[in-house]
């Protein structure tokens, strides 16, 4: 692996940003400073743009992993956008070993299979197996359009088994049957909401984010779980923000059958746009697609920072004429003519993506 020198970039190295030069040898960061001046194979020249920590998308749907109708080819949705980790939120297909032969880091949610309102414990049972040491939690599809949900019995059995097998539980709240309140007083630290600001019944905004502000408090991750505009209400994220309420996780949510129908290009970039135009801080969008997801996927000694030791992984951005423009289905417009661009995606001391 050659050597690669990053200069003159503004670094988020996952808690804060500051100017200095990046040098990688092999696999590994080995320098951060300003000035450095050792002779590389690969000189990259960042004047302007921002060198960031490798990003963490919690909430993908890999080929293979989950459902055919749903899973999208990793590499191809992540490593354009800045992405080098990602976790499949609801697998069901393949193994450890497909998981395994992925160039993208990665981790599982095991797809939890409701029926009658209860969970198919024996089949749950089965994913973990299947998934073995990959697996991080289990996810629930708290919809009553896609699940035999009627009320929180299921939620909380998943939350109960979680808690037997050291997991956390991923839960989508779209469509749910449950009040935004019940749900979140459901889960316990650590677990992880997605899709926190879609609109329909039961949203978050209908008790004034009372319910959410409580959960954060008590260390439940609030995931934006984008999905461009399916499952994110332009009107109650923007809201959100104004009352206080930032996201823990910026995630995609990405999928083979919505990746190419958006107005603009889909992935971790739009989102973070997304965020941006709605009102949330740079520091805040780069924490929560960084080192925050990290965290949330109990990774963090492994993902999400740009620091001396750790692993190579760093994605370079460019402020530029990136736009997007984006409607909900309550009507809500969002748009943009500029936003960030992966130019640069490096994993494990390798280049994997330039534009």
């Given amino acids: 692996m050659a050597k690669i020198l990053i200069k003159n970039g503004r670094i988020w190295n996952g808690e804060q940003f500051l100017y200095a030069d990046v040098l990688t040898d092999k696999d590994k960061t080995l320098r951060i400073e300003p000035n450095i001046s050792e002779n590389a194979d690969f000189v990259y020249h960042a004047e302007g743009k921002i060198v960031s920590a490798g990003l963490v998308d919690a909430h993908v749907h890999m080929r293979g992993i989950s459902s055919e109708e749903f899973g999208i080819q990793a590499e191809v949705s992540c490593f354009p956008f800045g992405v080098t980790a990602a976790a499949d939120a609801g697998g069901g297909r393949g193994d450890k070993a497909l998981l395994d032969s992925f160039m993208l ?29 990959k697996v991080i939690g289990l996810k629930v599809y708290f919809d009553t359009t896609v699940s035999e949900v009627s009320d929180i019995t299921p939620l909380c059995e998943v939350c109960k088994i979680a808690r037997q097998k050291g997991l956390r539980v991923m839960v989508h709240c779209s469509n749910s049957p449950a009040k935004m309140e019940e749900i979140l007083n459901t889960l316990d630290k650590g677990d992880i909401l997605t899709h926190s600001f879609h609109g329909g ?57 919505s990746a190419y129908i958006r107005g603009g290009r889909y992935g971790m970039t739009m989102c973070m746009n997304i965020a941006k135009t709605a009102g949330m801080r740079e520091e805040d969008i780069f924490r929560a697609v960084t080192s925050n997801p990290a965290k949330a996927l109990g990774k963090e000694n492994e993902w999400g920072y740009l620091k001396v030791g750790r692993a190579a992984d760093i994605a370079v951005f460019d402020y530029t004429d990136e736009g997007f423009d984006l409607t909900d289905k309550a009507g809500n417009h969002i748009s943009n003519t500029e936003g960030y661009r992966c130019v640069l995606t490096v994993s494990d001391g390798q280049i994997i993506y330039r534009n």
């Fill in 201 to 257: 019944k039961n949203n978050a905004a209908e008790d004034e984010f009372e319910s959410m502000r409580q959960a954060q408090k008590r260390g439940v991750v609030i995931d934006a779980g984008m999905a461009g505009y399916v499952h994110t209400d332009f009107g109650v994220l923007e809201k959100a923000i104004q009352c206080g309420i930032v996201p823990d996780v910026i995630s995609t949510d990405i999928t083979r059958y």
């Fill in 105 to 133: 880091k990665n981790a599982v949610f095991a797809g939890v299979r409701l029926k009658d309102n209860h969970i198919d414990f024996m089949e749950t049972e089965a994913m973990l197996a299947k998934y073995g040491d």
